[in-house]
Nanobody, 117 residues
Framework: QLQASGGGLVQPGDSLRLSCAAS????????MGWFRQAPGKEREFAAT????????SYADSVLGRFTISRDIAKKTVDLQMYSLRPEDTADYYC????????????WGQGTQVTVSS
C-alpha cells in the first residue's frame, strides 16, 4: 500500500516536496515512480527510480526541476519539485512496479498540487 502526501497550493517559482510511504514488504519492488494527472488530461509519467539501484528517469517536462529519491530503510520515495510552474498543477500519484511486471500496478491515492499566483 502506498500513501502520498505533501501536496498544496504554491506560487510559480516555489518549491514543494511530495512524499510516498510504502507499507508492507518492499523486497519485490523493482521501481517506484511519480505520475501526474492534470485537469482534463491523461495521467503522465513524471519520474521513476529503481528501488535497489537508485537509477532515476525523468520526463522532459520536469528534468532539471524535479528530483526523485528513495529511502530504503524508511520505505519512502520523495519528489522534490523546484521552480514550479502553473503547468505543473495536477494530482500527483506514487506507484510501484514489481519484479516480473511490465508496468506500475500498485498505486497510492493522489495528492493535489496547485501552482497559481
Amino acid at each position: 500500500q502506498l500513501q502520498a502526501s505533501g501536496g498544496g497550493l504554491v506560487q510559480p517559482g516555489d518549491s514543494l516536496r511530495l512524499s510516498c510511504a510504502a507499507s508492507g514488504r518492499t523486497d519485490g519492488i523493482l521501481a517506484m515512480g511519480w505520475f501526474r494527472q492534470a485537469p482534463g488530461k491523461e495521467r503522465e509519467f513524471a519520474a521513476t527510480i529503481t528501488w535497489n539501484g537508485g537509477v532515476t528517469s525523468y520526463a522532459d517536462s520536469v528534468l532539471g526541476r524535479f528530483t526523485i529519491s528513495r529511502d530504503i530503510a524508511k520505505k519512502t520515495v520523495d519528489l522534490q519539485m523546484y521552480s514550479l510552474r502553473p503547468e505543473d498543477t495536477a494530482d500527483y500519484y506514487c506507484a510501484a512496479r514489481r519484479y516480473g511486471r511490465s508496468r506500475f500496478e500498485i498505486w497510492g491515492q493522489g495528492t493535489q498540487v496547485t501552482v497559481s499566483s
